[in-house]
């Protein structure tokens, strides 16, 4: 009893030596300081339109804008059901356990083992007294504790809480990708579908023209030759319907598989209900932001600042490990030969301990660990100029294709309205039999592909509001009520 006394007031040195260590050392970090690299931005990045703005709220949603219940709840649907969504989900999943393991690495961990064992040994080594064969029971209680000397646990630390910021912001814009690919699909869908209302029109109109010259034809005021232009131009039209309707069907299967549809469900190929019949007007896309706010909007961008903050962090882990490593441990137990021995004073077993490890020469080992996550850190400095660079080009690309697109359906729509004015007189004309049969031909013709012309431009600026929403970073809230994804 006395010794174990004498050894208890000899460990409280010890214990005091740990913990002063523990407070000198721990915190020291030898990751580099954490910067973002500079891009060179516009000074400015103007305005579609000065009337108005588009704000953060107005972006989080934008194909609310449109209206469209139907939209709404296809768009909805593919943010709830699509499979990218869900493995995203999952990724986030993994990261935030990544984390807890490695913040879990920053406490000390408590281990318990038990043990029950029975020996039998020669008789030389058997004390006076002691029987043979004999029973030995042991229970321990292990506390171990690594100090973080240099920073290399806090580094991990830090590498997983970053690796998890990214993967909830790779969430963020599996969604806002989503989003838009649901949109734009949609509203080919809703062209497509007009397209073939279109020709379909053009069809009985062209039934009808054929009647005409079938009548004249038999009352010998007209030529063969004339009734079989209008056949050929009415084979020529209904030639095109095929193709449409297939379109037709496959948009309805690629925005099933969209929305999450099952197989069944996608095999059976029902109608979508509620398509309107025609392309809607786009909203306005007014907006006039500061070059720093894309960067702040777009998960993209972030996602890259995240994992450039992870892999400086793991710089750190790599510099730390061609230090020592401090560990300390201390055991309690109880043991005893007989069960109803443990747990008693004379049973009770301790020991505290520490450990002092580090590498001496490993033929360069942590050395080219340390280049190798150096390297991964200028990769990733280099990957998130590069996002930078294309979120960019494709916020120019999309501003560029709204004003193109704007004009092109006011071109497109004055073409139109020509060929309707000259399609009513060549009809007026051709039922007062004024009128060459081919001229009422190719104002049937110029007028139907007008039509076409003017849905295909209409949907192409609604697609590229759809890409500005996109690349202006909509899609996504990124200040949610509950918790920030960098936290």
Known sequence: ????????????PLCVTFATATLLFTGCNLAPDMKTPDENLPAALGSVSEA????????????????DPTLNRLVDDALALHPGVMQSLAAVQQARAALGMADADRWPALTANAQAARKESPAFQLAPGQTDPANAFQINALLSYEIDLFGKVANASRAARAELAASEFALHGTRSTLAAETVSLYFNLVATREQLNLTEKAIETRRHTVRIREKRFEAGYGSDAERQQALADLASTEATLPDIKQAVEQLQTALRVLTGADPASIWQSAPIDGIPTNLPEPPQAHWNYLPASILERRPDILAASSRLE????????????????????????TADSETDGLFTEASRTWTLAGNLAGPIYDFGKTRNRVRSAEAQLEMAEWNYRSIVRQAFRELKDSVTRVSFSNESVQSRAKQEQAWKRYLDISVSR?????????ELLDAQRGHFAAELALVTAKLNRLTATVDLFRALGGGWDPN????????
């Open 1 to 12: 009893m006395k010794n174990r006394k004498k050894m208890h007031k000899r460990s409280i």
């Open 52 to 67: 108005s703005v588009v704000d953060n709220a107005a972006l989080d949603q934008w194909w609310l804008r449109f209206n």
């Open 310 to 333: 992870a892999a400086n962090a793991r710089v750190g882990i790599a510099r730390a490990q061609r230090w020592p490593s401090l560990s300390i441990s201390a055991i309690l137990g």
């Open 430 to 438: 051709d039922e007062s039999g004024y009128s060459d049969p081919i």
């Open 480 to 487: 949610p009520p509950s918790t920030h994804p960098a936290e």
